[in-house]
């Protein structure tokens, strides 16, 4: 093989080489945290204050946020559901369940709820049974998480939801 040829191929053999391990790829895991205020509150008596959303009456208050569920980051790809807050009241514990309503009829469903283990419990990230609830077969369904945040007991003591986590591959 000639001199010039045998650089020539060695050329662009080190630039395919240079290329193919310089492109970009989209990553294969996500991950979103989103504030409570992105939410919306049902019953109760929200208030913001602490840095989060906050049960200031007398009934349990009903939080509903948005599942992410997007192209690259699909609602069934979901391996981590976190809801963070304060448990602040000994009147009741804050229940969370992950939940679709369907694309196509009226009606929807919710997965199986967790509660903060006893209330005033204080700090908690409680962690929602992700497996199967959210899939292929409920794709085209709205996926969203029911927050319950007990009411306000006495004239200080309420809970907060400070934030939701979704992760997913």
Not at 14 to 41: D, F, K, N, Q, Y
Not at 112 to 132: D, M
Request: neutral net charge.
């Amino acid at each position: 093989m000639k001199p010039t040829l045998k650089y020539l191929m060695l050329f662009v053999t080190s630039g395919i080489v240079c290329l193919s391990t310089s492109i970009a790829t989209t990553a294969a895991a996500w991950e979103t945290r989103t504030h409570p205020s992105a939410c919306m509150t049902l019953g109760g008596a929200p208030i913001d204050l602490a840095f989060g959303i906050q049960n200031d009456g007398a009934a349990p208050m009903v939080v509903l946020c948005a599942a992410r569920d997007e192209t690259g980051a699909a609602k069934q790809t979901t391996t981590a559901l976190n809801i963070h807050g304060y448990d602040d009241t000994t009147v009741g514990s804050v229940i969370v369940a992950q939940c679709r309503s369907l694309a196509f009829a009226t009606g929807g469903a919710c997965g199986a709820g967790v509660s903060t283990s006893s209330p005033g419990l204080g700090n908690f990230a409680l962690s929602v049974p992700v497996a199967g609830f959210w899939n292929a077969n409920t794709a085209t369904d709205f996926g969203y998480v029911f927050i319950s945040v007990p009411a306000k007991q006495g004239s200080a003591f309420r809970s907060i939801v400070r934030g939701v986590y979704q992760a997913g591959t």
